[in-house]
């Protein structure tokens, strides 16, 4: 049947290990990372447009504040390569409406970029396989494969080289999101510059952390929460720090800044112990919107066709 719609949710990451090697010639660092997608999600809707007007991209929601609509912004430029490649109609209505933050380390803009991948995928029924999308998806950006494939996975190489991991177990997070984002270029950088001279090891994933993960055994888990840039985000960003000590002193089982910054998570036992911590960290006046997810979910999946 033809759709004129189809509507993709896309899920946040945060990552549990963020290994980072050492800077490649192509400005790169070769990374290990374990991924976990979160119950924080964009939903994406690519429609067919009126011949004529173009790709056309209209974003709202909680996190909408600053997300460029124009040609810079992933969801357009995931649709330009279809365009390009597939020859599909030129004239597609995007619409993102947006609950991950922005700049927050948690994926927000890739995930966007994954939605309209699938979103177009199941629209003009190209029955790619997800291999394909993902390498598509490589192309946007470092983190676009997992937002595609979800779950809970290991990267290589950009972090853009998924394989999926077998897990058990629920996991509950406590997200306390900046107003402001960090720049995920400039964070990388930072880490750069506190590593100069230190000779840098290839990264390699963390057997406590996978092990824990097999076990679905949280308390495990929070102890080998690990995030190579870390030390680069409190740097440029010190009240960082005051943040992570609020989810020690509150019964966290880990706490960690994801990704590039500046959303810090916190791992917590259930959600009883999520609202403990929520009160918590509102009323310590160092932190602006809080969030509670869980994961593992699922990566972009379509939830409605018109
Ligand atoms: O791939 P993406 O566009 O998300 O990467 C943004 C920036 O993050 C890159 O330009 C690079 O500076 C840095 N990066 C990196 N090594 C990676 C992934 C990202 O240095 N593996």
């Known amino acids: ?94 619409a993102l409406k947006k609950e991950i933050p922005v700049a927050g380390g948690m994926a927000g803009g890739s995930a966007d970029a994954a939605g309209v991948i699938v979103a177009i995928d199941s629209l003009f029924e190209l029955q790619l396989s997800r291999d394909e999308m993902e390498k598509i998806g490589s192309e946007l950006g470092s983190d676009v494969p997992f937002g595609i494939s979800g779950g809970i996975a290991i990267g290589r190489g950009r972090g853009d080289q998924i394989t999926p991991a077998l897990t058990k177990g629920q996991y509950y997070w406590v997200l306390a999101m900046s107003g402001q984002g960090l720049s995920t270029p400039a964070v990388y950088q930072e880490c750069d510059r506190l590593r100069a001279g230190m000779s840098i090891a290839r990264p390699q994933s963390s057997d406590a952390l996978m092990q824990a993960l097999r076990a679905g055994d949280a308390v495990s888990v929070g102890k080998a929460l690990s995030n190579d840039l870390q030390a680069a985000a409190c740097s440029l960003r010190p009240a960082l720090r005051l943040i992570l000590d609020i989810g020690s002193e509150y019964g966290a089982l880990g706490s960690i800044v994801s990704g590039s910054g500046p959303t810090v998570a916190f791992l917590v036992a259930d959600e ?30 379509v939830v409605a066709t018109s």
Do not use: C, W
């Open 272 to 301: 009883e112990k999520a609202l403990d911590l929520t009160v918590a960290l509102s009323s310590s006046g160092v932190v602006g919107d809080i969030a509670r997810a869980y994961g593992p979910v699922p990566g972009a999946r």
């Open 1 to 94: 049947m033809r759709y004129n719609g189809v509507t993709v949710r896309v899920p946040a990451k945060v990552n549990l290990q963020l290994a980072v090697g050492p800077l490649a010639d192509d400005g790169y660092h070769e990374l290990t990372t374990v991924f976990q997608a979160i119950s924080l999600f964009d939903d994406v809707s690519v429609r067919r447009g009126k011949v004529g007007t173009g790709i056309t991209l209209t974003i709202s929601g909680a996190t909408s504040h600053g997300v460029p609509s124009d040609a810079s912004n992933l969801a357009y430029k995931a649709a330009q390569i279809f365009i390009n490649r597939f020859g599909i109609s030129p004239d597609l209505e995007i």
